[in-house]
């Protein structure tokens, strides 16, 4: 049991000088505070206001090209 606690010590404290590990960490929070903002602005599904306008815009394109077509 004491050896493991020690290595546990020893691996921490590699852990705390090692600046490679910090870095990663820090990729870490940005990638999740992106995956956040994409979805806040998209919200759940194609809910929010950015899904909302691409909806209301690709319903407009294909309402303009059938009124093309058919006219």
Known sequence: MLQYYI??????????TDQDGVVSFEYIIVAVCIVGA???????G?????????TDGISKI???????LAG
């Open 62 to 68: 294909t309402d303009a090209f059938t009124t093309a």
């Open 38 to 44: 994409v979805g806040a602005v998209f919200g759940g």
């Open 7 to 16: 290595e546990t010590r020893e691996a921490l404290k590699r852990l705390r």
């Open 46 to 54: 194609a809910g929010g206001k950015i899904g909302a306008a691409l």
